[in-house]
T-cell receptor
Framework: DGGITQSPKYLFRKEGQNVTLSCEQN?????MYWYRQDPGQGLRLIYY???????QKGDIAEGYSVSREKKESFPLTVTSAQKNPTAFYLC?????????????FGQGTRLTVV | AQKVTQAQTEISVVEKEDVTLDCVYE???????LFWYKQPPSGELVFLIR??????QNEISGRYSWNFQKSTSSFNFTITASQVVDSAVYFC?????????????FGAGTRLFVKA
């Protein structure tokens, strides 16, 4: 079945450590996105990528990094520079042609930094 | 700059009541897309509807209907005869093309409780 896979579902890390969240899609979508969800704040865009080897900062990119070496994969690294990393992270993909831009979401990774 | 406002943080209704979720957006783009997504307790967002900026036709899908009005920059979502399974967080979103690709932003969401 086609879809987006995020792993792991739950992740615990010590403060000061970098951590990488995985996102893989087999939908053949060009665009991929990372969002952060905090209670009462909806989804905020961290990074997005239209094509391989290219990505753009979203509204809250500070303290995060991404790579897009393959069309199917868009891993997100939460660095030690991110001051409040505990949150629910959602990855999405879409096929960005005119009139066909709805996003498909993964099940999310809940990151807790202790 | 793009912005999506969902002023209703939480709504509680009794089963079979109708409920409308409000969405107001801001954008300078002339071509844009509006969406509604549902987030059940499992966490994964589920796409409900997409509208482009040139199509102001209202749409009905079963118990769901959407009212898009460019004049008031609103894209409201109505559930008729609500059911307990409708309980979820609902997000309105706005997407437009910017350098590097489509940028989609979301409102803060409205949590809907439907009581039996």
């Amino acid at each position: 079945d086609g879809g987006i896979t995020q792993s792991p579902k739950y992740l615990f890390r010590k403060e000061g450590q970098n951590v990488t969240l995985s996102c893989e899609q087999n939908l053949n979508h060009d665009a991929m996105y990372w969002y952060r969800q905090d209670p009462g704040q909806g989804l905020r865009l961290i990074y997005y990528s239209q094509i391989v080897n290219d990505f753009q900062k979203g509204d809250i990119a500070e303290g995060y990094s991404v790579s897009r070496e393959k069309k199917e994969s868009f891993p997100l690294t939460v660095t030690s520079a991110q001051k409040n990393p505990t949150a629910f992270y959602l990855c999405a993909s879409s096929r960005p042609r005119a009139g066909d831009t709805e996003a498909f979401f993964g099940q999310g990774t809940r990151l807790t930094v202790v | 700059a793009q912005k999506v406002t969902q002023a209703q943080t939480e709504i509680s209704v009794v089963e079979k009541e109708d409920v409308t979720l409000d969405c107001v957006y801001e954008t300078r783009d002339t071509t844009y897309y509006l969406f509604w997504y549902k987030q059940p307790p499992s966490g994964e967002l589920v796409f409900l509807i997409r509208r482009n900026s040139f199509d102001e036709q209202n749409e009905i899908s079963g118990r769901y209907s959407w009212n898009f009005q460019k004049s008031t920059s609103s894209f409201n979502f109505t559930i008729t005869a609500s059911q307990v399974v409708d309980s979820a967080v609902y997000f309105c979103a706005l997407s437009a093309y910017h350098t590097g690709g489509f940028k989609t932003i979301f409102g803060a969401g409205t949590r809907l409780f439907v009581k039996a």
